[in-house]
Structure formats: C-alpha cells, structure tokens
C-alpha cells in the first residue's frame, strides 16, 4: 500500500478572513477530514502534520492574559499543548467523517518531539515573530524582566522573536511508522515538533519555532512516504508571485526548484519553505512531492493539479 504525509496548512484549521472562535476552527478542521476521507478511500496509508501558528498565538496570548493569576508555561510546552489542541479537532472530524461513510480506519494523535542541535546557529540569532504585538516601551520591559529577544515587526510594533532552529530526527517516527503500517491514520508532528535537545540520554525541550514544512519533510522521509503532499490554498506554486507577470507551474525538478529558490522566485514567508521542504523529501529518495490546494488533494495525489516536485526529467 502506498504512504503519504499529507501537510495541512493554517487554512486547514482557521480559513482565511475567518474569526479565531472555536467554530471556525472546528468546521475548518471538518473540511480537511473529508479531503482525508478522501485519500483514505484510494486506498493510502495516511500520515497527516500541520501548522500551528494561529493556535499557539492565541495560547501565548491566554499565557500573557492570565500572568497575574498562573505562572505563564515556556514555549515548548505551548507547543505541545497546540498539538493536543489540533490533533483533537482533526482527530474527531476525521472520525466522524470516516462514520458517516462507513470507513473502518481508527485515527490517533501522536505528541510529536524534534531533534535539533545545540549548537544550530539559529539558538543565537532569533529570527521567528511570536505572540502578541507590544508598544516599544513595554516590549523591552518584557525583554529585560523574562530575558526574551525583542524586535520591531515589519507589520507594525515589537514582538518577541524565537530561534527556528533546523530539524534532523523526529523523536517518535518508529511509532509511527508502527501505527500506519497498522492502518492508522496519524496525526503528527503537528507545528513543526516540540524541539528538543540531546543532552546524554534525555531530550531537553528548547524554546523555538521548527519550520513545519521542513519537519514535515523529515518525518515523511523517516516513515517511508514515497509522496508528500503540501496542501494550502493557493492552487499551483508561481513564479513572480505578487508581481503583473505571474505564471503558474505544473511541475518542477529538485534542480529547477533550486534555482527558482536561489533567484528568489518564491516568498520567504509563503511559498519559499514549502518549496524547499518538497526539494528535501524528494531529494533523500522521495518520489514526488506536490504542493496543492486543500480542495484538490486527490486531484492532485493524482498528478491532475497543483505543482509536483520530482528527482529529474524521468
């Protein structure tokens, strides 16, 4: 049987112009589950991951809102509570999804950690905008009593900044591999992964933000995917996006895609990490990745939509 990872992006569970309220996100997540539904039936075992980055905002939010009453928690354990969050509503949409259409497939939610290095360069140049926006003044307060890094952000006033340090090993990938070899489908490696550092034989949780494409990408090459599937909401990936001359592409080499990179053909903020995460799965022995809209998944699973990122030109 063949394995997919499916990467839902953040319209997967908040849509785009939606409200933040639990029932946005709740029939967002329904949405995905039947597009789940839908790769299960062809007959894929099915691993999904996803982004994180409205969700764990608003817990950071609720952290600082109740800092008078409870000890804010760190990072990591925000984290790790977004994926608990998350994988719930995928978990139990899915579920019922699978019901209501008579599919027999039990679905669970795997707390997902992440290797990376102590030393990575990114722990002393925090880069990745977290959290609320703060007036200067109170954002350099914050930064001397907490010990956070502070900048301004492009989109207006200060916020806190995380290191995004580089995946390597997704902690949990034997059982996972275990479970959908079982005929799960699993949810992982939800937000990119706690990350965590080796210190001996313990895993120490750090403060930081892992890239959830490239996580993503590591973990389907770790279960043995032979495609990955980057489901967001745009329709195809374009070169000079945001321009009057964009054009759509259907389909890119790992070499290709570089050099798109490279010329900076895609956003830093967008599409760029996607790109580069399709460029790291099919470049470790992947057969194709393929970035799509959310609405297109089997289409695209069938070479029918979206770009597909492959080895070369056979």
């Not at 275990?178 to 990350?195: N, Q, Y």
Request: with cysteine.
């Amino acid at each position: 049987m063949e394995r997919v990872v499916v990467a839902l992006g953040g319209n997967a569970l908040l849509r785009r112009g939606a409200d933040d309220t639990f029932e946005e996100m709740y029939a967002a997540a329904r949405g995905a589950a039947e597009r789940i539904a839908d790769i299960a039936a062809l007959g894929y075992e099915v691993v999904i991951t996803h982004g994180n980055g409205p969700q764990v905002g608003r817990i950071l939010l609720q952290q600082e809102a109740a800092s008078g009453v409870v000890h804010p928690m760190p990072l990591d354990v925000c984290g790790a509570l977004s994926q608990g969050q998350i994988g719930y509503l995928l978990q139990v949409t899915i579920g019922d999804v699978f019901f209501e259409r008579g599919m027999e497939r039990p679905v669970a939610t795997v707390l997902t950690l992440t290797r990376v290095r102590p030393d990575d360069p990114a722990f002393q140049r925090p880069t990745k905008f977290i959290g609320p926006f703060y007036q200067e003044a109170e954002a350099q307060g914050l930064a001397v009593a907490r010990g956070w890094t502070v900048k301004p952000d492009p989109h207006g006033g200060w916020r806190r900044v995380v290191p995004s340090p580089a995946p390597y090993s997704i902690v949990e990938t034997p059982i996972i591999a275990r479970l959908v070899a079982d005929d799960v489908i699993v949810i992982a490696s939800g937000g990119g992964g706690v990350p965590v550092v080796e210190d001996g034989p313990r895993l120490v949780g750090r403060e930081g933000v892992v890239d959830k494409d490239l996580a993503g990408a590591i973990l389907a090459h770790e279960v043995g995917a032979t495609s990955f599937l980057i489901l967001t909401d745009v329709a195809k990936v374009q070169r000079g996006f945001g321009t009057l001359m964009t054009e759509d592409i259907d389909r890119m080499t790992v070499d290709e895609a570089r050099t798109f990179l490279k010329a900076g053909e895609f956003g830093e903020g967008s599409m760029g990490p996607k790109v580069r995460a399709a460029v790291e799965f099919v470049s470790r022995g992947g057969n194709r990745a393929v970035i799509a809209d959310l609405a297109q998944a089997t289409e695209a699973l069938a070479g029918e939509a979206g770009t597909v990122i492959v080895s070369g030109d056979g």
